[in-house]
C-alpha cells in the first residue's frame, strides 16, 4: 500500500513538474499611454465581458479632446483603475495622463472585482452621451447603491464610455 502511495506522490510530482517547463516564446514590446499602463494585452490579465478584439488604443487624451468624434465607434482605451464600483463592479473609472473615463459594463452583464483599484486596465466598447440624462438607468442604481453622487460625476470630465469587455493586469 506504501508503495502505491509513494508511486502514486511520484507521478503527480513528475506531472506538475513537466507542466510548469513551457518553453517561453519572445515577448511582444508593448507600447506605454503617457502614464506608463501598457497598450498591449498581457498574458496574464484577466478578462470580463467579451474579448478584447482590437490592438489598436485610443488615448484617453485624444478621446477627451473630441469625445463625438468617436461615438458609436467600437474603441479600446486603457489606464489605470482610480475608483470600482463598492458594492457590484459595474463600473470603474479608469485614468491617463489626467483625463479619466466612467466606464460602466454593459448592461450589467458582467463585473470586475471590487478590489481592482490600482490595477492597469483594457477595455473595449463605446463612448456614450454624456451626463446623466444619457443613462437613466445606471443613475437610477447609483442612488439604489446610496452613491448620489455618481449621476454628477459625468459633468466633471469623465468620459462615460460603456464596456462590453475589460482586461485587468
Known amino acids: 500500500m506504501r508503495i502505491a502511495a509513494h508511486l502514486g506522490f511520484a507521478f503527480v ?13 519572445p515577448a511582444p514590446a508593448p507600447t506605454t499611454s503617457s502614464s506608463g499602463a501598457s497598450l498591449a494585452p498581457a498574458s496574464s490579465a ?3 465581458g467579451a474579448p478584447i478584439t482590437s490592438k489598436d488604443t485610443v488615448l484617453l487624451a485624444d478621446l477627451s479632446r473630441d469625445p463625438s468624434r468617436w461615438q458609436g465607434q467600437t474603441i479600446v482605451l486603457s489606464g489605470t483603475v482610480a475608483d470600482v464600483c463598492p458594492n457590484m463592479g459595474c463600473w470603474m473609472v479608469i485614468e491617463d495622463g489626467g483625463q479619466r473615463s466612467r466606464v460602466r459594463m454593459h448592461g450589467h ?7 481592482s483599484k490600482g490595477k492597469k486596465a483594457r477595455v473595449q466598447g463605446q463612448v456614450t452621451a454624456s451626463g446623466a440624462a444619457a443613462m437613466p438607468h445606471d443613475c437610477k442604481h447609483d442612488k439604489q447603491e446610496g452613491d448620489h ?7 466633471q470630465g469623465e468620459i462615460p464610455f460603456d464596456a462590453t469587455g475589460v482586461e485587468l493586469m
Open 13 to 25: 510530482a513528475l506531472l506538475i513538474a513537466t507542466a510548469c517547463n513551457q518553453p517561453a516564446g
Open 46 to 48: 484577466a478578462t470580463f
Open 109 to 115: 452583464a458582467f463585473f470586475v472585482p471590487r478590489d
Open 149 to 155: 453622487k455618481e449621476c454628477e460625476k459625468d459633468k
